[in-house]
């Protein structure tokens, strides 16, 4: 199977701990249905999440979150083949904490649309990202 990777930022609209929850679900139902992992770095100013499997369902689901009307101003950063999975064990890895990336007035300042494919990656690469607990996934 030719596994794909496509990583995305956007505005969440109308963030609380029910949307975050509700999209936590959706997304693990999802991808555990289409054979897609990765993980999910949010904040009240920003989505950023990495999403890997077959490249015909990792693009359905970019569409599909395209039209969710809780994103806004979705850009998809890095859209590439890839040999193996970086979170393989994770239906949908949420990272809370995200205190490492951008500031919120870097992202107001512009940040996102700078970025490059190599910053946005390394976001998910740190040390430490995904050592949430097996129940989490």
């Known amino acids: 199977?030719?596994?794909f990777r496509a990583i995305y930022s956007s505005?969440?609209?109308?963030?609380?701990?029910g949307i975050l929850n509700s999209i936590l679900m959706d997304a693990r139902r999802a991808n555990v249905r289409d054979g897609i992992t990765g993980a999910?770095?949010?904040?009240?100013?920003i989505y950023l999440q990495w999403?890997?499997?077959p490249e015909e369902q990792v693009r359905n689901a970019v569409e599909r979150i395209k039209g969710d009307d809780r994103h806004l101003e979705m850009?998809?950063?890095v859209a590439e083949a890839v040999s193996e999975r970086a979170f393989?064990?994770?239906a949908m890895l949420h990272d809370p904490a995200a205190t490492?990336?951008?500031?919120?007035?870097e992202i107001a300042d512009g940040a996102v649309d700078r970025a490059t494919p190599e910053e946005i990656t390394g976001f998910f690469l740190r040390p430490g990202i995904g050592g949430g607990a097996p129940d989490d996934r």
């Not at 505005?11 to 701990?17: N, S, V």
């Open 11 to 17: 505005r969440p609209f109308g963030y609380d701990e």
């Open 40 to 45: 999910l770095i949010c904040r009240a100013d």
């Open 75 to 77: 850009k998809v950063h």
């Open 88 to 90: 393989g064990e994770w």
């Open 100 to 105: 490492w990336i951008w500031s919120q007035s």
């Open 1 to 3: 199977m030719d596994l």
């Open 51 to 53: 999403l890997e499997g």
